[in-house]
T-cell receptor, first 111, second 112 residues
Framework: DVKVTQSSRYLVKRTGEKVFLECVQDMDHENMFWYRQDPGLGLRLIYFSYDVKMKEKGDIPEGYSVSREKKERFSLILESASTNQTSMYLC??????????FGPGTRLLVL | AQSVTQPDIHITVSEGASLELRCNYSYGATPYLFWYVQSPGQGLQLLLKYFSGDTLVQGIKGFEAEFKRSQSSFNLRKPSVHWSDAAEYFCAVGPNDYKLSFGAGTTVTVRA
């Protein structure tokens, strides 16, 4: 079974803090993704990575950056957290036929 | 550009009744199509997928979906719903440079 893990299930941070969300997959997948999920908006792609050290912006990259130093690990960074970044963050990696496998999610609250 | 529409935001169904969730897509070629389920506070779990071949696809938990190219649809069905099927369901289409586009989701409530 594909396993995608995320470093935290719940996080509470203060406005202006730098926040790191980490994601690890164990299937040697090339591509990894970060989404945010908000009620009524579905999943919106923040960034994705198609190889180590390679990344592309998704639909809503503003206020976020990413890092992929190793194939199995993809980190999402909020440089200076703001209250409008309170959300559910989902990481995924994709395998055959572009099937995406998701982690359990991190629910982030920015105060 | 690819996109997905799930016309129903919320559906309520009685336990034991049948369920159908609608999904319409826009895509320039033969799509890969997916249905995912999300229980509260959890990540998304793959229910089933279509990429070629038989247009009626069987998935986990007793779900099936039918790809209809002429209608640009990929509706999800289950003949008899269980209380544990209460969740949010997402349809997705792709690929576009490895990326998928997701619908806004349909929340299913199951009443006893």
């Amino acid at each position: 079974d594909v396993k995608v893990t995320q470093s935290s299930r719940y996080l509470v941070k203060r406005t202006g803090e730098k926040v790191f969300l980490e994601c690890v997959q164990d299937m040697d997948h090339e591509n990894m993704f970060w989404y945010r999920q908000d009620p009524g908006l579905g999943l919106r792609l923040i960034y994705f990575s198609y190889d180590v050290k390679m990344k592309e912006k998704g639909d809503i990259p503003e206020g976020y950056s990413v890092s992929r130093e190793k194939k199995e690990r993809f980190s999402l960074i909020l440089e200076s957290a703001s209250t409008n970044q309170t959300s559910m963050y989902l990481c995924a990696s994709n395998g055959e036929q572009e099937t995406q496998y998701f982690g359990p999610g991190t629910r982030l609250l920015v105060l | 550009a690819q996109s997905v529409t799930q016309p129903d935001i919320h559906i309520t169904v009685s336990e034991g009744a049948s369920l159908e969730l609608r999904c319409n897509y826009s895509y320039g070629a033969t799509p890969y199509l997916f249905w995912y389920v999300q229980s509260p506070g959890q990540g998304l779990q793959l229910l089933l997928k279509y990429f070629s071949g038989d247009t009626l696809v069987q998935g986990i938990k007793g779900f099936e979906a039918e790809f209809k190219r002429s209608q640009s649809s990929f509706n999800l069905r289950k003949p008899s719903v269980h209380w544990s099927d209460a969740a949010e369901y997402f349809c997705a289409v792709g690929p576009n440079d490895y990326k998928l586009s997701f619908g806004a989701g349909t929340t299913v409530t199951v009443r006893a």
